[in-house]
């Protein structure tokens, strides 16, 4: 794989949990570890059934898609718990698909948590047929060693999910392309939509 690939991370802005109604989801294109290329934006419902659709739209409808190597989610859940379906945003773009999480979600909280939406059995059916969550253990680009856990759709073995995570990590834990996303929405605070 080049060193350069393209790939986009995804993630939504922040926003007040009893008073949004929608929120922004931005994806960052970053080439390699340190070429931001461009930013995308699109807005989705919170606790809405639109993310996947909504996503996979503002990829293949921008400049880059054919550019893209990889879309790197921090969940398969954004704008509280509008679920992503992994399977149908790889469908929807033809680019695989990595969400990167820092521990492994309890099913417990996952459950609780859900259970205030009336469609909650619906929601966690979604996320439970999402793909399975494996261990990953990769360097960035300072030779630092990082332990994270990762879904995917499109990638034939965990070695090439591997590989996009570390080419595409600088000097953090997390792909540059999605820790930009996570700052621009963290710049969205106390901003309601």
Not at 63 to 86: E, G, P
Not at 102 to 126: C, F, G, T
Request: glycine residues 4%; proline residues 3%; contains cysteine.
């Amino acid at each position: 794989m080049k060193d350069y690939i393209r790939t986009i991370g995804v993630d939504d802005a922040a926003f007040q949990r009893k008073t949004s109604k929608n929120t922004f989801v931005f994806g960052v294109i970053v080439r390699g570890h340190n070429l931001v290329e461009g930013i995308l934006r699109t807005m989705v419902k919170v606790d809405g059934w639109d993310a996947t659709e909504k996503i996979g739209e503002m990829i293949t409808s921008s400049k880059y898609v054919t550019q893209l190597r990889a879309i790197q989610l921090s969940s398969s859940t954004i704008a509280a718990f509008n679920i992503i379906d992994l399977r149908e945003l790889y469908n929807i773009t033809d680019i695989p698909v990595i969400t990167i999480l820092p521990k492994l979600p309890n099913e417990e909280e996952v459950k609780i948590a859900l259970s205030n939406l009336e469609d909650w059995n619906e929601r966690y059916n979604i996320l439970s047929s999402n793909p399975p969550i494996e261990e990953i253990v990769f360097k960035n680009h300072i030779g630092k060693q990082y332990k994270k856990f990762f879904q995917q759709v499109g990638f034939t073995n965990t070695e090439q999910v591997r590989e996009v995570i570390e080419i595409s990590t600088y000097s953090s834990s997390i792909p540059e392309c999605l820790r930009l996303a996570d700052m621009i929405g963290q710049s969205f605070k106390n901003y309601k939509i």
